[in-house]
């Protein structure tokens, strides 16, 4: 059997089985990484292709200031059930422009994203689609004759579900930000 | 000063005494800075010729090359060296002009996004913002290139910039808060290495690139022999121990000798030194060294456990590492007569399988001759360069290298091209060693035009071409794996390379006999100046032994 990507070789077809046991090891879980970076052109793009080279699909991202205006976090989650993400956390602390990097562990952080649905409910189904608002703490941001806009803020289980809730009273549209997290007790993330 | 006279003070503060490059548009105030700031300046004839001669400089000296090309098509001639010194970590600064600010970003007369395509293959790059960046920028540029795993940098400046007035101050301290190489080595884990070696009975030590780029071929060797170790070496690790040497196995991999591979095969630990596993050393991964424990000594922490898992990690600069490991190791007093089995099946190995081919009965000339009789005629001592190919296996593996620097090879990306233009760069580097260029007649017309360089400025490389009329190792392959299906490696109607030579005012020679070949490599390496040599070699030779791509090291041919 020849090596998967060695196109030397008139190999026979590799299945797709064996393209998948190929991969190397995953960890089976979402990987939530934060990552302070120079503020500085380009970082986003060495940091987007390092994953891009490797096939790995980034889920969220999310890039604001902190408290140093030449620094600034880089939230991004991946599924390390897809992609094995040891070698790539590793190519990341290569790079020039990038201080730090946390592979935060769920247990230990609070994460958060904010959501915002566009819902066409009129009439009765208004009233309930407020009160699922009310429960899940959220907030009713924008209200026309024809259409109500609602945020939240949550995990992404809790955004889910409450996108699973609102969809069959006709979600028109949703935008989300992706992730931020920090890490729990006194110490920086 | 302009910002580019100021691009001259810092080059001189850098101690760079020569630039190869190309101007153009873009970087014409660069090139007028030239003229008053007596820094040697090597005018190539392509800037993937310069590219790679600053390759071979630095690969040569072990100084940073400088390269330079203008905007556009200058700096995209330059992408392939760039990915080149990436791939072998050669330590290249790159220094392209850019259309105007305004101009950025609008489809301008030669533009191209330089940062962005080569941003996968630099080890960081730099965009002037301002002219006031350009002394800190180039000072950086110099102090990534050479430190840590030592890489090509691009420095990328806008010409209305490089024309801008400014304040120059020499900056003498680089900072840069996320760029902090590990050197030292973690002291437990040398420790951890050197019980590991004492407990041995079938080690090898498997030393690579970064044992030449990190100055630790003495240390190396130290280590070696501070007790009885069989060391082999990768194709860019070669001079990193002395070739004939009783603890020498050849060279390891795809075209490595059986015994340098069965080792691997057999051993219970192997000692990694700046090598990187790379799969034309493994062949299949799942049965590469199955028996066998790993220590890993690599500065490069991306490297560890990369596609090997290893079991001692250490993470730092070889010889700083070398020298503390030697003496950890003998504080142990090892037995060193445990190694004795050991050597009796290595023993065995190399008297039943030594390197060797069938030489021809007649006047003709085997390609394995060739480089034999290249060795022979400079006395083992040459700054040796090669392209990539079936000339390239032979020159690694009957060119017997004895110290580090002394091979300049494209290892990782094997760039067809690289040789002739990195010998140029090498004999700049190092006017007192003969300077050697072993190539192919396929990948020597890859950068031809620089004969005019070497022509230009008496630059005396020798080159030696092994034509055989194909693109050999294609052929190899094709017959091997393709039911010898040729399909585009005749090279068909070869230019007459004698006649080539003359066109550009060199000396030119073709041999044909195996029977004058020293003597002629002897007069070819007294002429002064450059000279062109067309060595013909028989057509279709193959490089044995050989695993076969996605083979075990158990299963080698030939």
């Not at chain 2, 062109?532 to 076969?548: F, S």
């Given at each position: ?22 991969g190397r090891l995953r960890t089976g879980r979402k990987h939530v990484l934060s990552i302070l970076v120079e503020n500085k052109p380009g970082v986003l793009t060495r940091i987007a292709g390092l994953f891009a080279r490797r096939g790995f699909n980034i889920d969220t991202l999310t890039v604001g200031p902190t408290d140093d205006e030449h620094v600034s976090r880089i939230t991004l989650t991946v599924d390390g059930a897809l992609h094995p993400i040891d070698q790539v956390t590793k190519q990341l602390h290569k790079l020039v422009n990038v ?91 | ?386 392209d990539v190919g079936q000339h390239q296996m032979w020159a690694a593996q009957y060119y017997h290298f004895n110290k580090p620097r002394r091979w300049l090879s494209s290892g990782g990306l094997g760039t067809m091209g690289f040789g002739f233009p990195a010998a140029i760069g090498a004999a700049v580097g190092c006017p007192d060693t003969t300077t050697v260029c072993i190539t192919g007649d396929g990948s020597f017309q890859m950068n031809l035009q620089e004969l005019a360089t070497v022509a230009e400025n008496k630059i005396p490389v020798k ?96």
């Open positions: 059997m020849s090596v998967v990507g060695d196109p030397g070789t008139k190999a026979e077809l590799l299945s797709l089985e064996e393209l998948e046991a190929s201080l730090k990097i946390r592979d935060l562990e769920p247990a230990d952080t609070v994460a958060r994203e904010l959501a915002l649905f566009k819902v066409a409910a009129d009439g009765v189904q208004r009233a309930e689609v407020l009160q699922l608002c009310e429960i899940f703490r959220g907030k009713v941001v924008d209200v026309t004759r024809r259409a109500i806009i609602v945020e939240i803020t949550g995990t992404t289980e809790k955004v889910e579900a409450f996108e699973g809730l609102l969809r069959p009273f006709g979600l028109v549209e949703m935008m989300r930000t992706g992730e931020i997290a920090i890490s729990r007790g006194r110490g920086e993330t | 000063m302009r910002a580019v006279d100021a691009v001259m003070e810092c080059l001189k503060a850098e101690g760079v005494e020569v630039v190869f490059g190309y101007p153009g548009g873009a970087n014409l105030p660069t090139y007028d800075a030239f003229v008053d700031a007596g820094i040697r300046h090597v005018l190539v004839r392509h800037e993937a010729g310069g590219g790679h001669a600053a390759e071979g400089y630095a690969k040569a000296t072990g100084k940073v090359g400088v390269a330079l090309g203008t905007s556009g098509p200058g700096a995209t001639n330059l992408v392939t060296p760039i990915m080149d010194a990436m791939m072998d970590s050669v330590p290249v600064v790159f220094i392209t002009g850019q259309v105007r600010t305004e101009l950025l970003g609008t489809d301008g007369f030669q533009e191209a996004d330089i940062m962005g395509i080569t941003m996968p293959a630099v080890k960081h790059s730099w965009m002037i913002q301002h002219p006031l960046e350009i002394p800190r920028v180039l000072h950086e540029a110099f102090h990534v290139a050479r430190t840590g795993r030592p890489g090509p940098v691009v420095v990328d400046i806008p010409s209305d910039l490089s024309n801008a007035d400014i304040p120059y101050e020499p900056v003498t301290d680089v900072h840069l808060p996320g760029y902090q190489p590990t050197t030292d080595g973690n002291v437990k884990q040398i420790r951890q290495a050197a019980k590991a070696l004492a407990a041995a009975r079938r080690p090898v030590i498997y030393s690579g690139g970064g044992v030449i780029l990190a100055d630790a071929a003495a240390e190396l060797t130290e280590f070696a022999t501070a007790d009885r170790f069989p060391v082999t070496c990768t194709l860019n690790g070669l001079g990193g121990f002395p070739a004939p040497h009783e603890q020498w196995l050849g060279m390891l991999g795809m075209h490595g000798t059986r015994a340098a591979n069965y080792a691997m095969d057999e051993a219970d630990l192997i000692c990694a030194v700046g090598a990187r596993f790379d799969d034309r050393i493994t062949g299949k991964l799942s049965e590469f060294a199955p028996r066998a424990k790993f220590i890993h000594i690599d500065i490069d922490p991306a490297e560890i456990s990369k596609n090997v898992p290893a079991h001692i990690p250490i993470v730092g600069d070889a010889k700083n590492i070398l020298v503390k490991l030697i003496n950890e190791y003998r504080a142990l007093g090892a037995d060193p007569t445990r190694l004795e089995e050991w050597w009796t099946r290595i023993h065995g190995w190399q008297a039943k399988h030594p390197l060797g081919y069938t030489d021809s009965t007649d006047d003709e000339i085997k390609p394995q001759r060739a480089i034999q009789a290249i060795y022979e005629a400079t006395g083992g001592d040459a700054v040796v360069t090669s080159i030696f071409i092994l034509n055989n009329g194909y693109l050999g190792m294609v052929r190899q392959w094709q017959e091997l794996f393709w039911d010898n299906r040729y399909s585009q490696v005749d090279m068909g109607q070869t230019p007459d390379f004698v006649k080539l030579a003359e066109a550009y005012g060199i000396a030119g020679m073709r041999l044909t006999n195996k029977g004058t070949l020293v003597d002629d490599l002897r007069t070819a390496i007294a002429t002064d100046g450059p000279v062109l040599v067309d060595i013909r070699v028989t057509r279709e030779e193959n490089v044995y032994p050989m695993i076969a791509p996605g083979a075990a090291a158990r299963e080698m041919v030939g």
